[in-house]
Nanobody, 122 residues
Framework: VQLQASGGGLVQAGGALRLSCAASGRTVSSNALGWFRQAPGKEREFVAAINGGGATVYADSVKGRFTISRDAAKNMVYLQMNSLKPEDTAVYYC?????????????????WGRGTLVTVSS
């Protein structure tokens, strides 16, 4: 499975961005998919995930502001980010597991995209 994230950019605080992640190689319609992020000088952290059945989970820091979704027909996963804050600045990565159940742990994801940079200015 190859993953390619896109949609990052520079946005002012309070603004919105929509990240997309395209999967190729095989269908991931039944796989758990996740978004992680890594800010400069910090460890990669969990942001959101969606399982094979469509249930979602979010980090407390983004709950109520971010929404993860998937389009099984297009083999895509999205992250809608609203009310962005400067602390959301990071490289965002999409990931896929060889399981339909999501995980909060980055080392439990088998496939990773290259990341897309999100910068939120104050």
């Amino acid at each position: 499975v190859q993953l390619q994230a896109s949609g990052g950019g520079l946005v002012q605080a309070g603004g919105a961005l929509r990240l997309s992640c395209a999967a190729s190689g095989r269908t991931v319609s039944s796989n758990a998919l996740g978004w992680f992020r890594q800010a400069p000088g910090k460890e990669r952290e969990f942001v959101a995930a969606i399982n094979g059945g469509g249930a979602t989970v979010y980090a407390d820091s983004v709950k109520g502001r971010f929404t993860i979704s998937r389009d099984a027909a297009k083999n895509m996963v999205y992250l809608q980010m609203n009310s962005l804050k400067p602390e959301d600045t990071a490289v965002y990565y999409c990931a896929a597991r060889d399981s339909r159940y999501f995980s909060y742990r980055s080392n439990e994801y088998n496939y990773w995209g290259r990341g897309t940079l999100v910068t939120v200015s104050s």
